[in-house]
Antibody
């Protein structure tokens, strides 16, 4: 079964850090771009970051540049999102998704919730 | 690239034909995808490359358009289709989503 499972979410104080993980199974992880997408409570979808199959290219939405880092370990079929200097506006459900660069995000995890609050 | 969707919400009945429009602030060729999201669930890819139906998606869903104007059509609305629909452009970074169109029961 093709599956993505996120973990690592939780409650963190403003200015704190969190590392999200996404475990892939059932498909050739190393063949896909991977993405993080978030959704603030009651709001729409916001793309956060993309990483190429070999990790050689990474892209970020402006609001997280310099604070978030996307990475992957193809040997472990895992995707990561290191989030530093967290702000209240980073509060959201974070989804990982497999991405076919120009052709959409076809497999999604169930999401992990990040709450930034004092 | 900004995406706008219209309408922002609509009420429809089972069996109705529903059309949702997505407009891009600049040309994006055909690099547009459509997603369906139900409350508390992850989005589901319906259409990619503007008009290609994702595997396993019912044929009542269809997409069209290129450049800046795109449409998602549901030919005969089914009970399981009540959800929020998002368009997404993948032509250039940052990847962006439209604000969503909520389809609910009339």
């Amino acid at each position: 079964e093709v599956q993505l499972v996120e973990s690592g979410g939780g409650l963190v104080q403003p200015g704190g850090s969190l590392r999200l993980s996404c475990a892939a199974s059932g498909f050739t992880f190393s063949s896909y771009w991977m993405s993080w997408v978030r959704q603030a409570p009651g709001k729409g979808l916001e793309w956060v970051a993309n990483i190429k199959q070999d990790g050689s290219e990474k892209y970020y939405v402006d609001s997280v540049k310099g604070r978030f880092t996307i990475s992957r370990d193809n040997a472990k079929n895992s995707l990561y999102l290191q989030m530093n200097s967290l702000r209240a506006e980073d509060t959201a459900v974070y989804y990982c998704a497999s991405s076919r660069r120009y052709y959409g995000m076809d497999v999604w995890g169930q999401g992990t919730t990040v709450t930034v609050s004092s | 690239i900004q995406l706008t969707q219209s309408p922002s919400s609509l009420s429809a009945s089972v069996g109705d034909r529903v059309t949702i429009t997505c407009r891009a602030s600049q040309g994006i060729s055909s690099y547009l995808a459509w997603y369906q999201q139900k409350p508390g669930k992850a989005p589901k890819l319906l259409i990619y490359a503007a008009s290609t139906l994702q595997s396993g998606v019912p044929s009542r869903f269809s997409g069209s358009g290129s450049g800046t104007d795109f449409t998602l059509t549901i030919s005969s609305l089914q009970p399981e289709d009540f959800a929020t629909y998002y368009c997404q452009q993948l032509n250039s970074y940052p990847i962006t989503f439209g604000p969503g169109t909520k389809v609910d029961i009339k």
